[in-house]
């Protein structure tokens, strides 16, 4: 972990469709919603660029998180 970002980075040994196929188990089997799933390798490939695979996955806890944003609605949103 990168303290100045808070980012986790985690190497896989399969493609990106097989770590977002376990990434996705993890969060059911923990009763974690998964919001969305951006695919920016699809994107890219539909302007006509190669992206490496890259995939945003969107989850959390609405039990949890949403007393939280109540309390403090910057952390439901990033900004600079």
């Not at 190497?11 to 993890?26: F, G, H, P, R, Y």
């Not at 695979?53 to 949890?64: A, Q, R």
């Amino acid at each position: 972990m990168n303290p100045a970002n808070g980012i986790v980075t985690k190497s896989a040994n399969c493609t990106v469709e097989e770590a977002v196929d376990k990434i996705k188990s993890l969060l059911v089997g923990r009763g974690i919603m998964l919001f969305a799933v951006i695919d920016h390798s699809g994107e890219a490939e539909a302007i006509g660029m190669k992206d490496a695979g890259h995939k945003l996955l969107i989850f959390g806890n609405p039990k949890g998180g949403t007393p939280l944003m109540l309390a403090s609605p910057s952390l439901a949103s990033i900004s600079r």
